[in-house]
C-alpha cells in the first residue's frame, strides 16, 4: 500500500519534520495546526531544514524545491478528509490525543490509517475512541525527524497485520529503520532511556557531580554523542516528566518516578531548548 495523501496533525519540531520525511516519500502533504501562527512556523521550519541539507550537500536544490511543494499548511481538521494516512504530533498528554483522535474519525475515510506519534501513551486507549481500531497504530519518530534513521512502529493488541504492514513499508520508503514493538509504556527506546536520565538527575540533586562532569562521563565513558542534561534539554524537560509520569502509571517503579529537581525545573518555566533554558542556557 503507498500513501500518497498525508495528513500530519500538529506543527511543533516533530511535526514540521515528520511532515517534511513525509514529503520526501513522493506523497502530498498537509499540515494541520491549530492557528495560523502555528502553520506559518511548520513551513519555516521545513523551509530551514531542506536548506541546511542543500548547504551540506544531501539534497539538491531541485528535490527540496519538489519537497517543499508538496507541502501545505492548513488549520481545519476537515482539510484531512481525503487522506490515506493521518500521522499526529500533538503534546503528549493523553486527554488531548483522545480528543483527537474521536475528533478525526469523525473526518476522515473508513479506509484511513490514523497513527500517533507518541513516545510513551498506550496506544489502544487511542485506537478505542475510533469507529476502526484495527487501523490505528503507533508510529514513534525520533528528533530531529530528518537526521534519526530508528522509528518503532507499535502494534497495540487491536491493530490488523495490514494495519502494520503498511506503516513498515511507509516507513522504510521514509528511508528509516522501522522496529515492530508491542504495545506497553515507553516501548523500547524510552524505557531504556528514561530510568538512565531521570538517575543521572538523581546523582546531579545529590552533589555527586555537576551536570557537566555527569556529561562529560556519559560521553567519554560510554561514547554517547550527547550527555544525559544536553539530552533531557533537547528533548524537554516537560515532555520528560510526562514520559516519566507514564511509565510510572505503567511499571510503579522507582526508577520511572520523576526526580523532584525535574518537576521544580518544570514549574519555573525552565524546560530546556524551547524555552531557552533548562539545565544549560541556549541563545545567548
Keep these: ?71 501545505r499548511v492548513t488549520t481545519e481538521l476537515s482539510d484531512l478528509a481525503q487522506c490515506d494516512f493521518v500521522i499526529e504530533t500533538v503534546v503528549e498528554d493523553l486527554v488531548v490525543k483522545i480528543g483527537l483522535f474521536r475528533a478525526l474519525d469523525a473526518v476522515v475515510g473508513p479506509t484511513t490509517i490514523i497513527a500517533t506519534c507518541t513516545s510513551t501513551l498506550p496506544i489502544i486507549d487511542l485506537a478505542m475512541q475510533v469507529s476502526r481500531p484495527e487501523r490505528v497504530c503507533g508510529v514513534h519518530f525520533f528528533n530531529p525527524v530528518p537526521v534519526m534513521t530508528l522509528v518503532e512502529v507499535v502494534r497495540p493488541i487491536s491493530a490488523s497485520d495490514e494495519t502494520i504492514d503498511a506503516v513498515t513499508e511507509f516507513v522504510r520508503a521514509c528511508e528509516k529503520e522501522p522496529i515492530e514493538t508491542k504495545d506497553q509504556a515507553g516501548f523500547i527506546v524510552n524505557a531504556l532511556l528514561f530510568p538512565y536520565l531521570n538517575n543521572a538527575v538523581r546523582l546531579l540533586e545529590h552533589g555527586v557531580a555537576t551536570k557537566e562532569g555527569i556529561d562529560a562521563a556519559m560521553k567519554g565513558g560510554c561514547g554517547f554523542p550527547m550527555g544525559p542534561f544536553a539530552l533531557l534539554d533537547l528533548v524537554g524537560l516537560d515532555t520528560s516528566v510526562a514520559i516519566l509520569d507514564a511509565l510510572y502509571a505503567e511499571y510503579a517503579d522507582a526508577n520511572y518516578a520523576p526526580v523532584p529537581l525535574l518537576r521544580r525545573m518544570v514549574s519555573a518555566g525552565q524546560l530546556g531548548r524551547k524555552s531557552g533554558a533548562g539545565f544549560y542556557v541556549y541563545g545567548q
Design 1 to 71: 500500500m503507498t500513501f500518497e495523501k498525508i495528513g500530519v496533525v500538529g506543527s511543533g519540531i516533530m511535526g514540521s519534520g515528520v511532515a517534511e520525511v513525509c514529503a520526501a516519500t513522493g506523497a502530498e502533504v498537509i499540515v494541520r495546526a491549530r492557528t495560523t501562527e502555528g502553520a506559518d512556523a511548520v513551513l519555516v521550519a521545513v523551509d530551514a531544514s531542506l536548506a541546511k541539507q542543500v548547504d551540506k550537500g544531501k539534497r539538491d536544490v531541485e528535490e527540496a524545491a519538489d519537497i517543499r511543494r508538496r507541502l
